[in-house]
């Protein structure tokens, strides 16, 4: 479970598994701050791995601070968080070891080939263990147990199918063929089996959570949004499921390598930031106006549809073989109070009830014509206006309707006043 003293941690990308990787670099721990050395093979590239922070130079590159367990904020984002953290956390306690006792770089080494995005890890230490059941009724009441603190005999599939999975929610990674059949395998999905994560309800989710992320998506597809493929999985013992497609997987046996944008810019995800840094982030990692004008226009949707989680893990980029970086589709839109009735992400200082005229202050900040600002506003409005027809379709209970309709309204009203 443990690197041996003194060994570097090997970093590659895999773009394809038919190709062999390309190493990325080497990682050691020195006095608790991460040492990266670049590969040659990446410099010759050279291809922009961290997105912003870490050119691939010759030489050290230390992390910048500890906020990030002393790792590079990208590289952090292959660490498993929330529900992963938690299902690693127990599987390892099986077997004696604490995961407070393992360094950054050993937990690293326990994500090997089976975290997010491209990159992959060696030596990798944990591999996992055989899938026991398919029953995703049976998963869900076993996330439901671990997460009061019980776990029974389905512990070990829920740690493996999780795999690096973010977030508070229990979820599980497994492959769908054309004709819906499910598979899992222990690394990538099958052939001619797309890689999808489906969810379950957290301790404090209401029952109907699946239906209510499902409108959403809905929703925000209405409202312009660029979203991953998703469907609403039947139960047996509940409302349903909700499944996504994993965009990091664009085909079997392929990876993009994905960063959030609390790693590209090491914005910890627990501070409050400010949708302008994320702006900005994102013409600065793409290149593309269209991906600056999806970025404003998710800020739009976010604010009027009251989803309040928007922190800065909710938003990831993607690169692909060639170096080049796109805006990842929105993801994990639901409806949220937020923190303290707040928004992570401020819009002109204002994190409560951001109004019309803070939005289109931003806008205008960032080059988006009066125009373009109107149009977006107004497509948005007219989606999240459409809730009670999203939440009907997609079986939402009444007073999940209810409640969220409540809140939809009463953003409007500030929103325009």
């Known amino acids: 479970m443990r690197l041996a003293a003194g060994t570097p941690l090997a970093a590659a990308l895999s773009f394809d598994e038919g190709q062999a990787s390309l190493p990325?670099?080497?990682?050691?721990?020195?006095?608790?701050?991460?040492?990266?050395?670049?590969?040659p093979e990446l410099i010759a590239a050279p291809l922009p791995v961290s997105a912003l922070l870490y050119p691939p130079e010759p030489g050290l590159h230390p992390a910048r601070g500890r906020e990030f367990e002393g790792l590079h904020g990208f590289l952090s984002d292959?660490?498993?968080?929330?529900?992963?953290?938690?299902?690693?956390?127990?599987?390892?306690?099986?077997?004696?070891?604490?995961?407070?006792?393992l360094s950054a770089?050993?937990?690293?080494?326990?994500?090997?080939?089976?975290?997010?995005?491209?990159?992959?890890?060696?030596?990798?230490?944990?591999?996992?263990?055989?899938?026991?059941?398919?029953?995703?009724?049976?998963?869900?009441?076993?996330?439901?147990?671990?997460?009061?603190?019980?776990e029974g005999e389905?512990?070990?599939?829920?740690?493996?199918?999780?795999?690096?999975?973010?977030?508070?929610?229990?979820?599980?990674?497994?492959g769908f063929?054309?004709?819906?059949?499910?598979?899992?395998?222990?690394?990538d999905t099958a052939v001619d089996h797309?890689?999808?994560?489906?969810k379950f309800a957290a301790t404090h989710d209401p029952p109907?959570?699946?239906?209510?992320?499902?409108?959403?998506?809905?929703?925000?597809?209405?409202?312009?949004?660029?979203?991953?493929?998703?469907?609403?999985?039947?139960?047996?013992?509940?409302?349903?499921?909700?499944?996504?497609?994993?965009?990091?997987?664009?085909?079997?046996g392929r990876r993009l390598h994905?960063?959030?944008?609390?790693?590209?810019?090491?914005?910890?995800?627990?501070?409050?930031?400010?949708?302008?840094?994320?702006?900005?982030?994102?013409?600065?990692?793409?290149?593309?106006?269209?991906?600056?004008?999806?970025?404003f226009r998710r800020m739009v949707f976010n604010v009027l549809a009251s989803n309040r989680d928007d922190h800065t893990r909710q938003h990831s980029y993607l690169m692909d073989e060639t170096g080049g970086w796109r805006l990842a589709p929105a993801y994990d839109l639901t409806y949220s109070a937020g923190p303290g009735g707040e928004h992570y992400l401020d819009v002109e200082g204002e994190g409560r009830t951001p109004t019309c005229e803070h939005v289109r202050a931003l806008g205008r900040r960032h080059g988006l014509s009066g125009r373009v600002i109107d149009t977006i506003v107004a497509e948005v409005r007219a989606a999240v206006a459409d809730w009670p027809r999203f939440a009907d379709e997609l079986g939402v209970s009444r007073a999940s309707r209810a409640e969220i309709s409540t809140a939809h309204d009463a953003v409007a009203a500030g929103f325009m006043a």
Do not use: N
Not at 194 to 198: G, L, Q, Y
């Open 154 to 174: 389905l512990a070990d599939t829920l740690a493996t199918l999780a795999g690096g999975s973010g977030g508070a929610r229990p979820k599980v990674q497994v």
């Open 78 to 101: 292959s660490l498993p968080e929330g529900w992963g953290y938690l299902v690693l956390r127990r599987r390892l306690s099986r077997r004696g070891v604490a995961i407070e006792t």
């Open 208 to 252: 109907d959570i699946g239906p209510i992320e499902a409108a959403y998506a809905a929703m925000a597809l209405a409202a312009g949004l660029d979203m991953a493929p998703w469907r609403l999985l039947p139960s047996k013992t509940g409302p349903g499921y909700f499944a996504t497609r994993r965009f990091d997987r664009p085909a079997s």
């Open 194 to 198: 797309e890689a999808w994560i489906v």
């Open 177 to 187: 063929d054309g004709a819906g059949r499910v598979s899992v395998s222990e690394g």
């Open 105 to 150: 770089l050993d937990r690293l080494a326990l994500v090997g080939a089976q975290g997010r995005g491209a990159l992959t890890y060696r030596p990798a230490t944990a591999p996992p263990p055989e899938v026991e059941s398919l029953d995703l009724d049976a998963l869900a009441a076993e996330s439901t147990a671990i997460l009061a603190g019980r």
């Open 258 to 295: 994905m960063v959030s944008l609390s790693g590209a810019v090491e914005a910890p995800w627990r501070t409050p930031a400010s949708y302008d840094l994320f702006l900005r982030a994102t013409l600065s990692i793409t290149r593309h106006a269209d991906d600056l004008h999806a970025a």
């Open 24 to 39: 990325a670099g080497r990682l050691a721990m020195d006095a608790g701050l991460a040492q990266l050395e670049w590969s």
